[in-house]
């Protein structure tokens, strides 16, 4: 099957009538927490989501949720799937493609040596579209693993793809290192923001921004999931030219983990506008995701 990366096109099909799903990337060294925030997201979310993974049996879902389970697929009452890519991302996405509905949301969560990078031109094949790439870093062992001549190449090859880290572990961290791990990570990437999750739950809360949500593709959870991070709004003209919403954009300034809004620009084009660390993407919204315009929804670490 040809692919046509940036387009919903593939071989002139556009499933689900032309809908992007956003895809989150998942990255992170080997006991960073990945599997534990999946785990997490799965338990709580309210919305169908597809999870792939490199082996569903390692993502611990309560029986009772369970559908169905086939090969190596599983359905979720809930309306979620996990599914295995072992068998390779192409095939992964094409098993996607053929579900008659799509889903909210795609998590694909890598292994733990990978590298991000190379898997990107999936997010935007055939009714995919990017949300960002998350990166895990375990603050109890991520200082040794940098250092260390063998593991540090892979570490840093995953940061650096990265358009939001993630910092674990803090409950096995003393706040010296857990300050040490912050300063190294702005030396390596000071244009990166850094969510800090003493829980699951706040790394999961996060995972579920790239949600499609009721009241639209620009809806965000409620703050109080980010906590201690600040939600706030910001009015956005109707209709808006490029320069202006560009200027409005680089005026968010530094530490905004995540912001989202539907704009209508000064050919009355419908534009999805979202950020997700030192990503940001204005996109045209297709007929299937047609909104009314919002004001910007923005995620911010708290000063």
């Excluded at 009452?77 to 509905?101: M, N, Q, Y």
């Excluded at 009714?127 to 840093?156: N, Y």
């Excluded at 579920?208 to 809806?219: I, L, M, Y």
Aim: net charge negative.
């Amino acid at each position: 099957m040809g692919e046509v990366v940036g387009s919903d096109l593939i071989d002139g099909f556009a499933p689900w009538d032309g809908r992007r799903v956003p895809v989150t990337l998942l990255g992170g060294y080997l006991g960073a927490g990945k599997t534990t925030a999946v785990n997490e997201l799965l338990a709580r979310t309210d919305r169908p989501i597809a999870v792939l993974v490199n082996d569903v049996g390692a993502i611990n879902i309560d029986a009772a949720l369970i559908a169905r389970h086939h090969g190596d697929t599983i359905e979720l009452t809930d309306g979620c799937v996990c599914c295995s890519i072992d068998s390779g991302l192409a095939e992964a996405f094409d098993r996607l493609r053929r579900r008659p509905v799509a889903p909210d949301h795609v998590v694909l969560e890598l292994s733990g040596v990978a590298d991000p990078r190379p898997v990107l031109p999936w997010t935007w094949s055939a009714g995919f579209r990017l949300d960002g790439v998350i990166v895990m870093v375990d603050a109890d062992q991520f200082l040794d693993r940098l250092d260390d001549p063998m593991v540090g190449p892979t570490v840093l090859a995953q940061l650096s793809a990265a358009d939001l880290y993630v910092l674990t572990k803090t409950d096995l961290a003393p706040s010296t290192i857990i300050e040490q791990v912050i300063e190294r990570l702005a030396e390596l990437r000071p244009d990166i923001p850094v969510l800090r999750s003493d829980s699951p739950m706040a790394g999961a809360a996060f995972l579920n921004t790239g949600t499609r949500s009721p009241g639209g593709v620009a809806d965000l959870p409620p703050p109080t999931l980010f906590d201690p991070h600040v939600t706030s709004v910001v009015p956005v003209p109707d209709p808006i030219e490029p320069g202006e919403l560009q200027t409005l954009l680089d005026g968010l300034g530094d530490g905004v983990l995540r912001a989202k809004a539907v704009v209508r620009d000064s050919d009355g084009v419908m534009q999805l506008v979202q950020v997700v660390g030192r990503r940001r993407l204005v996109t045209p919204l297709p007929e299937a995701e047609h909104q009314s315009p919002t004001d910007l929804v923005v995620v911010a670490v708290k000063r």
